[in-house]
């Protein structure tokens, strides 16, 4: 079988994202087995705003990717050969896997699939509303305390960033399901057509906020609290610097905002602007806290079955973009980091899969 693999030659310069030619395909040799480890086919595999970071040389919650190395990626996959006994042939797997037809791995950082079997046209799902997107969206909103929940007494206020994507749009639809009043900022027009069919009461777009290209933050702090007089009560980040300094003097008091990304910082990770709003924070007692679950093994497990449980209720609406090989990674990473995805982009690597992924 041969082993295509995009390989980084490359870093990204400040042509990114317009200019994409710092990949190569190439033939890379079938990984050899040591014990422990098993050898994956990989399936599908999901294109995220964080890959911008591991690209740029950064450390995150995985090591950062160097000239040479194959590209790694959330994905999907089924287990050909094993020097791992608790590990059988056939068994799918999600984790941390590479944008090539074939990678080694040990099994310590992946999970087994349950209910799942070669051929299911939902197993590309495990990289957008069953996978780490969604369950983070799903585990960031139970964090949310018993205080901050609506009640028929009482109304609170959700707001989301990048509320078109995979994991904003997932927790913008169960803040509502919560009873929430749901506010999404997205970038531009179409993606707010998108995000108030999803049933969110208010969506701003920032980009209707700026000068020059950039983000005034007054402004749109000005739009904020025109949808939301009474300020905040739950604030889920995706998009941090500008978007998060301008919902800061929004927020009411006593307020929580999750931190789950920072897709604004990811084009310019090394020129920061940071914040000049922090001081709202204090002065409303706001708590902020940041939020990570990929690693938290039986949070994922947990959140996979209650999140089958919801959209099988219909409360969750979700959107995919499908792409067919290895070559058309760099389309897909292309779409994501100029804002023109709505939903998750995925790629289906494998040929070979018994029914080409039609979401």
Sequence with gaps: MQNK???????????FPQNMDFFEVREVPIPELNDGEILIRVLYIGVD???????SGAKTYIDAVQIGQVMPAFGVGIVVETKQPKWDIGQIVFGVLECANLCKRPTKPLFKVPLFELGDPNIPLLLSIYGVTGLTALNGMKLIPQDHIPTQERQ??????SAAGSTGSIALQIAKHMG???IGIVSGREKREFVLG??????ITYNDCKENDEIIVDKLTQEIRRVAPNGIDVYFDNAGEEVLDAVLPGMAKEGLILLCGATSTYNAWKNRGGLTNLASAITQQVKLEGIIFYQDQAKIYSGFSDM????????IKHQEEIYYGVENFVQGLKRVFLGQNMGKIIIQIDQQVEHQAKL
């Design 5 to 15: 693999a995009l390989v980084l030659k490359q870093r990204p310069d400040e042509t």
């Design 49 to 55: 705003p964080v890959m911008r970071v591991w690209l």
């Design 156 to 161: 609170r206020t959700f707001c989301v960033s």
């Design 180 to 182: 929430f009043k749901t």
């Design 198 to 203: 999803l049933g969110a009461d208010e969506c």
């Design 308 to 315: 089958i449980e919801l959209v099988n209720d219909g409360v």
